[in-house]
């Protein structure tokens, strides 16, 4: 049968193995969600550096469309006279395909 103090020794080595394990598993708690986070921030700049991208080249695409349009340059052309501005925009509007 156990002695009293080897009941004890085992209380006392139980219990440091116990906060060992607890330390343990909270370090490895920590390391997952620093990892997550990371994770995280690193989806945030690729979706924030590709919501840039996908501006900018709307923006352009934007730009040269009414800089290139048909319509544009028919309105271009066709504006000489600021008095006869509602007919050119008649005329290109029913010359015009897009």
């Known amino acids: 049968m156990p ?10 080595v139980r219990g440091s193995h116990e906060r060992d394990c607890k330390e343990a598993l909270g370090r490895e708690i920590l390391r997952e ?16 550096q590709f919501l840039i991208k996908f501006l900018a080249v ?10 290139f349009s ?7 052309n066709n504006t000489d006279n600021a008095d006869l501005l509602f007919v050119a925009q008649t005329y290109c509007n029913a010359t015009t395909s897009w």
């Open 3 to 12: 002695e009293e103090s080897d009941i004890g020794l085992w209380t006392s």
């Open 33 to 48: 969600e620093e990892h997550e986070r990371s994770m995280f921030d690193q989806m945030t700049e690729d979706t924030e």
């Open 58 to 67: 709307g923006a352009v695409i934007v730009a040269l469309y009414f800089a």
């Open 70 to 76: 048909p319509y544009r340059t028919c309105m271009r």
